[in-house]
Protein backbone atom coordinates (compact mmCIF):
# COMPACT_ATOMS: atom_id res chain seq x y z
CA UNK A 1 0.00 0.00 0.00
CA UNK A 2 1.20 3.61 -1.23
CA UNK A 3 0.02 5.01 2.44
CA UNK A 4 2.82 3.42 4.36
CA UNK A 5 6.20 4.70 2.97
CA UNK A 6 8.95 3.71 5.64
CA UNK A 7 10.89 0.82 3.69
CA UNK A 8 10.10 -2.63 5.40
CA UNK A 9 12.71 -6.01 4.35
CA UNK A 10 10.37 -8.80 3.42
CA UNK A 11 6.19 -8.57 2.57
CA UNK A 12 5.53 -10.63 5.76
CA UNK A 13 6.99 -8.26 8.09
CA UNK A 14 5.13 -5.32 5.74
CA UNK A 15 1.91 -7.35 6.51
CA UNK A 16 2.79 -7.61 10.51
CA UNK A 17 3.39 -3.34 10.36
CA UNK A 18 0.39 -2.74 8.47
CA UNK A 19 -2.50 -5.46 9.81
CA UNK A 20 -2.51 -3.61 13.11
CA UNK A 21 -3.54 -0.19 11.76
CA UNK A 22 -6.41 -1.44 9.93
CA UNK A 23 -8.54 -0.40 13.12
CA UNK A 24 -7.42 3.13 13.00
CA UNK A 25 -7.17 3.68 9.11
CA UNK A 26 -10.55 2.70 7.73
CA UNK A 27 -12.50 5.47 6.89
CA UNK A 28 -15.25 6.61 8.76
CA UNK A 29 -17.01 8.97 6.41
CA UNK A 30 -20.06 9.78 8.61
CA UNK A 31 -21.72 10.34 12.17
CA UNK A 32 -22.62 6.45 12.35
CA UNK A 33 -19.41 5.18 11.54
CA UNK A 34 -17.50 7.62 14.59
CA UNK A 35 -16.57 10.49 12.68
CA UNK A 36 -17.93 13.27 10.66
CA UNK A 37 -16.80 16.77 8.89
CA UNK A 38 -18.75 20.18 10.62
CA UNK A 39 -21.50 21.35 8.08
CA UNK A 40 -22.34 24.65 7.59
CA UNK A 41 -24.41 25.00 10.55
CA UNK A 42 -21.34 23.74 12.98
CA UNK A 43 -18.80 25.46 11.44
CA UNK A 44 -20.74 28.53 12.00
CA UNK A 45 -21.57 27.47 16.36
CA UNK A 46 -17.57 26.88 16.16
CA UNK A 47 -16.64 30.42 14.56
CA UNK A 48 -18.73 32.14 17.22
CA UNK A 49 -16.92 30.29 20.37
CA UNK A 50 -13.85 28.73 19.56
CA UNK A 51 -12.25 29.56 16.18
CA UNK A 52 -10.82 32.28 15.84
CA UNK A 53 -9.57 34.47 12.59
CA UNK A 54 -6.23 33.39 12.03
CA UNK A 55 -6.41 30.14 12.84
CA UNK A 56 -3.81 27.55 12.02
CA UNK A 57 -6.30 25.77 10.59
CA UNK A 58 -10.28 25.77 8.95
CA UNK A 59 -13.63 24.11 9.69
CA UNK A 60 -13.07 22.17 6.43
CA UNK A 61 -9.65 20.57 8.68
CA UNK A 62 -11.51 19.39 11.62
CA UNK A 63 -13.63 16.57 12.23
CA UNK A 64 -15.83 15.56 15.04
CA UNK A 65 -15.43 11.82 16.50
CA UNK A 66 -18.15 10.55 18.48
CA UNK A 67 -17.90 7.42 20.66
CA UNK A 68 -18.75 5.58 24.10
CA UNK A 69 -16.85 5.78 27.19
CA UNK A 70 -17.56 4.84 30.84
CA UNK A 71 -17.38 6.97 33.44
CA UNK A 72 -15.74 6.73 37.17
CA UNK A 73 -18.95 5.34 38.54
CA UNK A 74 -18.49 2.45 35.73
CA UNK A 75 -21.77 3.66 34.51
CA UNK A 76 -21.59 3.62 30.13
CA UNK A 77 -22.36 6.84 28.55
CA UNK A 78 -22.63 7.17 24.36
CA UNK A 79 -22.60 10.68 23.99
CA UNK A 80 -18.86 11.10 24.06
CA UNK A 81 -17.49 13.78 21.15
CA UNK A 82 -14.12 15.40 20.66
CA UNK A 83 -12.92 17.21 17.44
CA UNK A 84 -9.69 16.80 16.15
CA UNK A 85 -7.73 17.04 12.65
CA UNK A 86 -9.66 15.63 10.04
CA UNK A 87 -6.13 13.86 9.52
CA UNK A 88 -6.12 11.91 12.80
CA UNK A 89 -9.80 11.07 13.44
CA UNK A 90 -9.72 7.42 12.42
CA UNK A 91 -6.43 7.06 14.97
CA UNK A 92 -8.76 8.64 17.63
CA UNK A 93 -11.68 6.93 17.07
CA UNK A 94 -9.55 3.48 17.00
CA UNK A 95 -7.75 5.11 20.52
CA UNK A 96 -11.34 5.91 22.26
CA UNK A 97 -12.91 2.09 21.46
CA UNK A 98 -10.03 0.81 23.02
CA UNK A 99 -10.39 3.42 26.06
CA UNK A 100 -13.59 1.93 26.59
CA UNK A 101 -12.61 -1.79 25.75
CA UNK A 102 -10.51 -1.63 29.15
CA UNK A 103 -12.73 0.52 30.69
CA UNK A 104 -10.72 3.26 31.40
CA UNK A 105 -12.86 5.52 32.62
CA UNK A 106 -13.48 9.38 32.07
CA UNK A 107 -15.64 12.13 33.40
CA UNK A 108 -17.19 13.45 30.23
CA UNK A 109 -16.19 14.17 27.08
CA UNK A 110 -17.91 17.59 25.30
CA UNK A 111 -16.78 19.45 22.50
CA UNK A 112 -14.87 23.58 23.86
CA UNK A 113 -18.03 24.92 22.20
CA UNK A 114 -19.72 24.01 25.20
CA UNK A 115 -17.89 26.42 26.99
CA UNK A 116 -16.84 29.14 24.48
CA UNK A 117 -13.24 27.65 24.54
CA UNK A 118 -12.51 28.58 27.98
CA UNK A 119 -10.26 26.20 29.23
CA UNK A 120 -10.53 26.57 32.68
CA UNK A 121 -13.95 26.31 32.64
CA UNK A 122 -13.97 23.18 30.85
CA UNK A 123 -11.39 21.69 33.32
CA UNK A 124 -13.29 22.71 36.09
CA UNK A 125 -16.13 20.21 35.20
CA UNK A 126 -13.25 17.45 34.72
CA UNK A 127 -14.17 17.33 30.73
CA UNK A 128 -11.73 15.61 27.95
CA UNK A 129 -11.06 17.88 25.06
CA UNK A 130 -9.14 18.26 22.18
CA UNK A 131 -9.24 21.12 19.41
CA UNK A 132 -9.43 24.92 21.07
CA UNK A 133 -7.99 27.73 18.93
CA UNK A 134 -5.70 29.23 22.17
CA UNK A 135 -2.56 30.22 23.31
CA UNK A 136 -0.59 27.59 25.09
CA UNK A 137 -1.15 27.94 28.87
CA UNK A 138 0.66 30.88 30.48
CA UNK A 139 2.43 32.17 26.95
CA UNK A 140 1.38 33.49 23.04
CA UNK A 141 2.30 30.93 21.20
CA UNK A 142 -0.33 28.98 19.59
CA UNK A 143 -1.29 25.34 21.42
CA UNK A 144 -1.18 22.35 19.72
CA UNK A 145 -5.06 22.03 20.69
CA UNK A 146 -5.12 25.28 17.93
CA UNK A 147 -4.48 22.34 15.23
CA UNK A 148 -6.61 19.40 16.75
CA UNK A 149 -3.21 17.69 17.60
CA UNK A 150 -3.85 17.79 21.42
CA UNK A 151 -6.19 15.80 23.80
CA UNK A 152 -6.22 16.48 27.54
CA UNK A 153 -7.62 13.72 29.46
CA UNK A 154 -9.02 13.65 32.58
CA UNK A 155 -7.96 17.25 34.04
CA UNK A 156 -8.68 16.89 37.65
CA UNK A 157 -7.21 13.05 37.45
CA UNK A 158 -4.35 14.83 35.40
CA UNK A 159 -3.48 18.35 36.36
CA UNK A 160 -1.42 20.84 34.89
CA UNK A 161 1.07 22.04 37.36
CA UNK A 162 3.79 24.34 37.52
CA UNK A 163 5.69 27.10 39.78
CA UNK A 164 4.38 30.05 40.56
CA UNK A 165 6.53 33.57 41.30
CA UNK A 166 6.91 32.16 44.96
CA UNK A 167 8.49 28.71 44.23
CA UNK A 168 4.55 27.16 44.96
CA UNK A 169 3.09 24.92 43.12
CA UNK A 170 0.06 26.04 41.61
CA UNK A 171 -2.89 23.19 40.15
CA UNK A 172 -4.62 23.92 37.22
CA UNK A 173 -7.88 22.68 37.52
CA UNK A 174 -7.16 23.71 41.56
CA UNK A 175 -9.04 20.69 42.78
CA UNK A 176 -6.04 18.72 41.16
CA UNK A 177 -3.81 19.41 43.71
CA UNK A 178 -5.37 16.40 45.60
CA UNK A 179 -4.04 14.45 42.53
CA UNK A 180 -0.26 16.09 42.41
CA UNK A 181 1.37 12.63 43.92
CA UNK A 182 0.98 10.40 41.32
CA UNK A 183 -0.65 7.06 41.76
CA UNK A 184 -0.23 5.42 38.32
CA UNK A 185 -3.06 3.03 39.14
CA UNK A 186 -5.66 5.24 40.47
CA UNK A 187 -8.66 5.17 38.28
CA UNK A 188 -8.05 7.55 35.23
CA UNK A 189 -4.64 8.67 35.63
CA UNK A 190 -3.31 9.74 32.41
CA UNK A 191 0.08 7.05 33.47
CA UNK A 192 -1.60 3.71 32.55
CA UNK A 193 -2.42 5.18 28.61
CA UNK A 194 0.71 6.65 27.78
CA UNK A 195 1.82 3.69 25.60
CA UNK A 196 -1.61 3.79 23.95
CA UNK A 197 -2.16 7.04 22.91
CA UNK A 198 1.59 6.89 21.59
CA UNK A 199 0.41 3.57 19.58
CA UNK A 200 -2.28 5.70 17.51
CA UNK A 201 0.51 8.79 16.95
CA UNK A 202 0.23 11.02 19.68
CA UNK A 203 4.00 10.52 21.02
CA UNK A 204 4.38 13.52 23.77
CA UNK A 205 3.22 13.31 26.79
CA UNK A 206 2.98 16.54 29.19
CA UNK A 207 3.65 14.17 32.30
CA UNK A 208 7.31 14.11 30.66
CA UNK A 209 7.63 17.15 30.82
CA UNK A 210 9.79 19.48 33.54
CA UNK A 211 8.32 22.85 33.56
CA UNK A 212 5.58 23.11 33.63
CA UNK A 213 3.79 18.82 33.91
CA UNK A 214 1.06 18.82 31.98
CA UNK A 215 -0.25 14.93 32.87
CA UNK A 216 -3.45 15.48 31.12
CA UNK A 217 -1.99 16.12 27.96
CA UNK A 218 -0.71 14.36 24.66
CA UNK A 219 0.31 15.56 21.69
CA UNK A 220 2.06 15.11 18.14
CA UNK A 221 5.56 17.59 17.54
CA UNK A 222 4.55 21.10 16.58
CA UNK A 223 6.79 20.65 13.35
CA UNK A 224 4.60 17.66 12.43
CA UNK A 225 1.37 20.01 13.27
CA UNK A 226 2.64 22.93 11.10
CA UNK A 227 3.43 20.48 8.40
CA UNK A 228 0.47 18.56 8.40
CA UNK A 229 -2.02 21.71 8.68
CA UNK A 230 -0.39 22.74 5.32
CA UNK A 231 -1.22 19.51 3.64
CA UNK A 232 -5.01 18.91 1.81
CA UNK A 233 -6.19 16.09 3.96
CA UNK A 234 -5.07 12.82 2.49
CA UNK A 235 -1.53 13.97 2.74
CA UNK A 236 -2.08 14.93 5.94
CA UNK A 237 -3.86 11.38 6.87
CA UNK A 238 -0.95 10.03 4.65
CA UNK A 239 2.06 11.81 7.26
CA UNK A 240 0.73 10.44 10.02
CA UNK A 241 0.26 7.18 9.34
CA UNK A 242 3.67 6.75 8.86
CA UNK A 243 4.96 8.42 12.64
CA UNK A 244 2.69 5.54 13.59
CA UNK A 245 3.78 2.99 11.73
CA UNK A 246 7.51 4.09 12.66
CA UNK A 247 6.56 4.58 16.21
CA UNK A 248 5.22 0.84 16.19
CA UNK A 249 8.37 -0.79 14.33
CA UNK A 250 10.42 1.48 16.60
CA UNK A 251 9.05 -0.73 19.87
CA UNK A 252 8.40 -4.24 18.71
CA UNK A 253 12.38 -3.89 17.12
CA UNK A 254 11.61 -4.81 13.40
CA UNK A 255 14.32 -3.95 11.34
CA UNK A 256 16.63 -3.59 14.48
CA UNK A 257 16.64 -3.74 18.32
CA UNK A 258 13.36 -2.40 20.22
CA UNK A 259 13.57 0.94 21.66
CA UNK A 260 11.60 2.57 24.63
CA UNK A 261 8.91 4.97 23.84
CA UNK A 262 10.78 8.50 24.52
CA UNK A 263 13.51 6.96 22.17
CA UNK A 264 11.22 6.06 19.75
CA UNK A 265 8.97 9.16 19.96
CA UNK A 266 11.81 11.36 17.55
CA UNK A 267 9.84 9.40 14.84
CA UNK A 268 7.04 12.35 15.15
CA UNK A 269 10.05 15.11 14.77
Given at each position: ????????????????????????????????????????????????????P????A??????????????????????????M???????????D????????????????????????S???????????????????????????????????????????????????????????????????????V??????????????W??????????V??K??????????????????????????????????????????????
Open positions: MALFSIPVAGLRLSMLLVIPLLAGLAPHAHARSGTSGLDAEQCAILKQHVLQGAPVCRQLQIVRFSYVDFDRARHDDGEIMVAAVAPQVKALFELLKRRFPLAQARLMEHYQGNDDAMAENNSSAFNDRPITGGSSVSLHAYGLAIDINPLQNPYVQRDAQGRLAYSPPAGQAYGKRQASRPGSSEQIELFAQHGFLIWGGDKKPVDYQHFQSRLAERMAKLPAPQARQVFESTVVAYRACRTGHGGKPQGRKACAATDS
